[in-house]
């Protein structure tokens, strides 16, 4: 398994990118996350966040092969094989309690707000917390004030 960084640390590294996009995904190459991938499907593959994001543990995410911006994108046997992405994150956690999200604008006349534009979706175990989720979702109006023990 690869080194595990800090969100901080991937801030450092984004720079002043805003989001990287297809140039430059690191989605896009598998022989660089050769040591994070944990299961591969046909469309779909799991990988360990490199960057976890703050106040999680086991941070892991799937990601398409295939460089996709919003889930619209995606046909039916891609979407189909979100079940097994779905059962084999159940098997991964097991007894342990875990949440997913996905972060996608999907209306052009807003910016998006993920790091990189390849569609992923997180799987995190325990509950939504972190500085940097509490701020995004604070940002949009959210009344998010509590800090949540795991």
């Keep these: 398994m690869a ?7 991937y ?4 720079g002043e990118r805003q989001m990287i996009g297809k140039e430059g995904c690191p989605f896009c190459d598998l022989e660089a996350q050769k040591d994070m991938i944990l299961w591969k499907g046909k469309h779909w593959f799991i990988i360990q966040n490199k960057f976890p994001y703050t106040g999680t543990k086991d941070h892991i995410m799937a990601v398409p092969y295939e460089h996709h911006v919003c889930a619209h994108e995606f046909d039916t046997e891609t979407w ?3 079940e097994h992405v779905h ?3 159940r098997d991964f956690y097991g007894e342990k309690g875990y949440f997913s999200f996905t972060r996608e604008t999907a209306n052009d006349g807003d910016r998006d707000t993920r790091s990189i534009e390849h569609y992923h979706t997180h799987f995190c175990i325990g509950r939504l917390q972190g500085k940097y989720l509490r701020s995004m979702l604070q940002k949009q109006g959210f009344p998010v004030e509590q800090d949540w023990e795991i």
Excluded: F, N, Y
């Design 11 to 14: 801030k450092k590294i984004l």
């Design 3 to 9: 080194q595990i960084g800090t969100r901080d640390e």
């Design 80 to 82: 189909a094989e979100m």
């Design 87 to 89: 059962a084999w994150v």
